[in-house]
């Protein structure tokens, strides 16, 4: 059992769902404190890097140390993951409109006995439209009913919510296994107006008593094994429920294959195997923009529809992301007839009907979750539904 210690901030961010450019410019999320710096980076790129030379070499210094302090770079300056280093720090502002891997739901872990002492800053802009917010951490579960800690202000209750500006600690019991959502309990709307719509929310995952958790890309941990602290987090972990020291010893499982029928029969691992967990969000309805660039029209309808039309019936319908991320029919069909007038597609000899639109073939694989683990591991898939119309 340990105290795990979360520093986490709830923040201002554009939120941008797809490649395409969808994006909702009031997005607000809860992130790692320890990650603010490379927000005001992204703010800084997305702004557009001034004409002197001066203010350019400053914005590439500030991504050098930035490099260096999350281990994209080596102390030599040698990359060490070129594609994880453009995903973490774009250099310019159409690269920034994309979606990026930081920005996602939050997830908190602990094991069955652990406590939660999470500390929340509030830094959500002031020129909200309805001006400077008291947020509240609200954990929908186990763990944190006592009013100093429930997140919200509720009858005649202390109020349990930060100001703007402002740090509040809250202290969270890892009581029972399972999946419970977090959000802001400092407004309940439902409308565009509250922050749900937007994205503030998160999920506490408990995990299997005296477990511990890995970057599934990296392997490395992401809890300090001798302090407890926690070193990162994300929607995907690999969780482990053995010792690290049992770990190193042990023998890995064999490769499921034809040629190896025992490897196919086991239906279920071992109760103490390590698997691969998958926080996934659904979300509901959140205020959408279009993209800031000429759209396309539709080449079967008359091209008299000027952009802000198009604009306006771009987000007519409802959009529907999955942990952040969204690719509506609308944008990979406004690509399909970009394609079609640019001589890249021929409209005669194409997959018909609306099959086209779901092909990585024809687009790319999508911004929302592709999971991905091998074949014969362990999985667990942890579900969360964080909106608030559709539920």
Request: with cysteine.
């Amino acid at each position: 059992m340990a105290i795990l210690r979360y520093d986490i901030t709830a923040a201002s961010v554009t939120l941008w769902f797809n490649k395409y450019g969808d994006h909702d410019h009031n997005g607000k999320i809860f992130i790692l404190s320890k990650y603010k710096d490379i927000l005001a980076y992204l703010a800084r790129v997305q702004r557009g890097q001034d004409s002197s030379s001066q203010d350019k070499r400053s914005l590439s210094e500030q991504r050098e140390s930035l490099a260096l302090k999350y281990g994209l770079v080596d102390k030599d300056g040698f990359v060490l993951d070129p594609l994880r280093l453009e995903a973490w720090l774009p250099e310019t502002p159409a690269a920034v409109k994309q979606p990026h891997p930081l920005i996602v739901p939050l997830v908190l872990r602990g094991a069955v006995g652990d406590t939660l002492e999470i500390h929340l800053e509030n830094e959500l802009s002031e020129d909200d439209e309805d001006g400077p917010r008291h947020v509240g951490l609200h954990l929908v579960g186990p763990g944190g009913e006592e009013a100093a800690n429930d997140g919200s202000h509720v009858g005649n209750n202390i109020s349990s919510l930060v100001p703007p500006g402002q740090t509040r600690r809250y202290i969270w019991k890892a009581l029972h296994e399972g999946v419970y959502v977090f959000h802001d309990a400092g407004d309940f709307r439902g409308t565009e107006a509250g922050t749900n719509a937007h994205g503030l929310f998160g999920a506490l995952v408990v995990e299997p008593p005296g477990s511990h958790w890995s970057d599934p890309e990296t392997g490395e941990p992401l809890i300090d094994p001798y302090s407890h602290a926690v070193l990162g987090t994300g929607l995907y972990v690999d969780v482990h429920q053995r010792s690290r020291e049992d770990l190193q010893g042990c023998l890995k499982a064999p490769f499921p294959s034809s040629v190896n029928p025992d490897s196919l029969t086991q239906e279920y691992p071992n109760d103490h195997a390590s698997f691969r967990e998958f926080v996934i969000f659904l979300h509901d309805e959140p205020e959408w923009a279009a993209p800031h660039r000429r759209l396309e029209s539709n080449p079967c309808e008359p091209e008299h529809a000027s952009q802000e039309q198009l604009a306006h019936q771009h987000t007519t319908g409802t959009l529907m992301p999955i942990s952040y991320r969204a690719e509506p029919m609308i944008s990979r069909e406004r690509e399909l007839w970009r394609r079609i007038k640019a001589g890249e597609v021929d409209p005669n000899n194409i997959v018909v009907n609306e099959e086209q639109h779901h092909s990585s073939w024809m687009f790319g694989d999508p911004q929302t979750p592709i999971l991905k683990a091998y074949l014969g591991d362990p999985v667990r898939i942890r579900l969360v539904h964080a909106g608030v119309k559709e539920t």
